[in-house]
């Protein structure tokens, strides 16, 4: 089988992944980011990862890349001069925004509102007016029209975005602008909004368009320096971009929209969670994600991440499709510090990679997580196989200090900051669980992240969701999960009928006619037919309701069955999640078709089973502090554990990307993956770990 590398690139390392395909073994290595040209640190991760295994550049058929360039883009205002065309009158769209503010309650009181990715300056009203049924009110004064583009364009705008009003119900008007503009100004971008998010609600339809238009020329010069390097070094596989959903798209698309990258990495991390948890015998799991600065949490359901159709990137509401992930300022560099209410707390403000922890010897002097983990004797003082040294006494210098303030020893000042963090990311799993009206007990852990294994069995204790599953690579579980992506894409419309006023044959043929689109959009991507799978959706919501709930449905199936199926699921969906349901007449909002065009797989590796004796892998037993004193707990190198091995806790087991902490009363087994699973001492494991996989098998 070919050899496929999945990259990840994040704010200080970048992690490349390596299926061999000749010997079917993996391959990870770290290397430091470059974040003014994340290319230069692929191009250096991939020529040392070649040096290291021996695999040729040509036996690297496919290349599946997740990128924060657009996300960065927009976060540190570094984007594109974007003109904006909207109808007359909507000139002020991006002022006005909603009259929600993300944070804390009173958020608003201190919320510093970002200026808009269009400025107004550059923002012109066209003539013209289409209905929400797609009628022509108003014909497009063309003449005014391009006096509007040639004034954008003298102004010397980088790329153009066009949202007009009910541009879904019928995309001519803006159609004819992009035509009008490629005539009178060659080939800057124009991004259209019935293209990029065909549905209802202005703002956030021309924000995610403007969005798009913002990052589309840096990310179009990102991707072609990218491409050239690595034509540079004769390494040419197929690379495909990691979608913020988990599916991948072609370079050129993600050119065209990079908008649907913005959450490419975390996305990437729970997918390879869900296949993980999958194998293992855990189609339903919470994945927990920590990292430096942040812990992501998300919901797996049946082998699948669930999925979200708006996030947030800083105040900015993004409806773009995307992996549902909750993120708290939880992480292994967040401070913890007195406020003048005299509490400890952790958090959110973050060390970061520099200075860092004050145990990482770059100056810090604050108080991290990382350091109580140091103090504790939870995290060796070696890192990174030996690459990196922690200085222990810096560590328990910056907690000392703190403790003083609150009257604590040291000890007892590092187990709190890690008691609060713990809470404040249990916090985080709540909302993903048991605000959905889901028990997290009926749920297994993901750990992953460089410090996800270090907190996963205290996390798991406080939500009692049992086993933790910690993969092989927990701290490369991104880059891991991109190899088990596919090809993906979304076609939608805004429909916005009750189900009293329309029949269902309406319904059908909409959704047939979607499928359609998805169905020749995966062929012209080189899809086979066998390769091509169609699923489809309705958004639903008691009729003026100010939110929807996303259902699956099938067409033959409403077809036959009729709409009273699709209104009685919806009832119990939004009585799951909210504790009650209403004689309220239904009304359908949008009606979409998710294509995905299956790609071959890798087989993740299975071993046979060792006896469980772990003794092999077995270093030195370390003092460990845990609930209030010290105790004897045996480290272990995770590079020597066999599948079978059994773990009795306390015990710490170190690997080159991190660390996994196993508590008194809790054991960890080695399964048939190379995953350990935590799970109380007595306490059987009831997941079936000889789940089939295929290679091209979907999951």
């Known amino acids: 089988m070919s050899s496929r590398l999945g990259i990840d690139v994040g704010g200080t390392f970048t992690d490349l992944l390596l299926f061999d395909g000749e010997t079917g073994a993996m391959h990870l290595l770290k290397t430091p980011s470059t974040p003014a040209d994340q290319s230069v640190g692929i191009h250096n991760g991939i020529e040392e990862l070649m040096r290291e295994t021996g695999v040729s550049p040509s036996a690297i058929t496919a290349l599946l890349h997740g990128t924060t360039v657009s996300t ?75 006096e509007s583009i040639r004034e954008l364009l003298d102004a010397g705008v980088e790329s153009i975005t066009i949202s007009l009003m009910h541009s879904y119900a019928d995309p001519t008007h803006e159609q004819r602008l992009k035509a009008m503009i490629q005539d009178m100004g060659g080939d800057i971008p124009v991004s259209l909004s019935s293209e990029l998010l065909p549905e209802f609600r202005e703002y956030e339809r021309t924000l995610v368009t403007v969005m798009n238009a913002y990052v589309r020329p840096s990310m179009g010069r990102y991707l072609k320096g990218f491409e050239e390097k690595l034509r540079s070094i004769q390494f040419s596989p197929k690379v495909n971009i990691v979608r913020s959903d988990g599916g991948l798209m072609s370079v050129a698309k993600a050119s065209e929209s990079p908008v649907h990258t913005m959450l490419s990495g975390p996305a990437g991390g729970v997918s390879g969670a869900a296949y993980l948890a999958t194998l293992a015998g855990y189609p339903n799991a919470l994945g927990f994600d920590m990292g430096g600065t942040s812990t992501d949490v998300s919901l797996i359901q049946d082998g699948a991440p669930t999925q979200s159709r708006q996030t947030q990137l800083g ?14 300022g939880a992480g292994g560099g967040s401070i913890a510090h007195v406020p003048m209410t005299g509490a400890l707390r952790v958090g959110p403000d973050s060390a970061g990679a520099r200075p860092g922890p004050a145990c990482y010897g770059h100056g810090g002097e604050l108080p991290t997580v990382t350091d109580a983990n140091v103090v504790l004797g939870r995290l060796p003082p070696s890192l990174l196989g030996g690459d990196m040294s ?97 090809i993906k894409n979304e076609f939608a419309r805004t429909f916005a009928r009750t189900v009293d006023d329309i029949e269902v044959d309406q319904v059908v043929d909409i959704l047939t006619t979607l499928g359609a689109e998805a169905q020749a959009w995966l062929k012209e991507e080189g899809l086979s037919e066998r390769a091509r799978d169609v699923r489809y959706q309705a958004d639903v919501r008691y009729f003026r309701q100010g939110y929807e709930f996303t259902m699956d449905v099938d067409p033959e199936h409403l077809r036959n069955n009729g709409l009273a199926s699709l ?116 306490q059987a494991l009831v997941g079936q770990s000889n789940v089939k996989q295929s290679a091209g098998g979907r999951h």
């Open 567 to 682: 209104v009685a699921s919806f009832g119990v969906a939004h009585e799951r999640q909210y504790g009650f349901k209403l004689e309220q007449p239904v009304e359908i909002v949008n009606l979409r078709a998710i294509g995905t065009g299956e790609v071959d797989k890798v087989a993740f590796p299975k071993f046979e089973k060792s006896g469980p004796d772990a003794s092999a892998a077995l270093l030195r037993q370390d003092q460990v502090y845990f609930n209030g004193s010290f105790v004897s707990a045996g480290v272990y190198d995770r590079n020597k554990l066999q599948a079978g091995n059994h773990i009795p806790g306390p015990a710490i087991v170190v690997q080159k990307d991190s660390t996994c902490v196993i508590h008194p009363g809790h054991v960890g087994d080695v399964d048939d993956y190379l995953n350990i699973l935590i799970h109380p001492e007595g």
């Open 390 to 486: 922690l200085n222990v006494q810096a560590a328990k210098d910056a907690v000392g200090k703190l403790g003083q303030d609150l009257g604590l020893d040291l000890h007892q000042t590092a187990e709190g900051i890690l008691n609060i963090v713990n809470e404040n990311m249990f916090g985080a799993l709540r909302l993903v669980s048991v605000q959905k009206g889901l028990d997290p007990r009926n749920f297994a852990l993901v750990a992953f992240g460089g410090a996800g294994p270090l907190h996963g069995n205290a996390m798991a204790i406080l939500a009692g969701c049992f086993p933790v599953i910690v993969p092989p690579t927990p701290g490369v579980l991104s880059a891991l999960g991109f190899l088990y992506s596919d």
């Open 315 to 328: 105040y900015y509401p993004v409806k773009v499709p995307s992996v549902e992930v909750h993120s708290v």
């Open 72 to 146: 960065n883009i927009v976060l540190e205002e570094k984007g594109a001069k974007v003109g904006l065309l909207v109808s007359e009158g909507f000139e002020q769209v991006l002022h006005l925004a909603r009259s929600q503010t993300p944070g804390p309650l009173a958020g608003w009181m201190i919320m510093i509102k970002p200026d808009p990715l269009a400025d107004l300056e550059f923002t012109r009203g066209i003539v013209e007016r289409i209905s929400a049924r797609g009628d022509v009110i108003t014909p497009m004064e063309e003449t005014l029209a391009r």
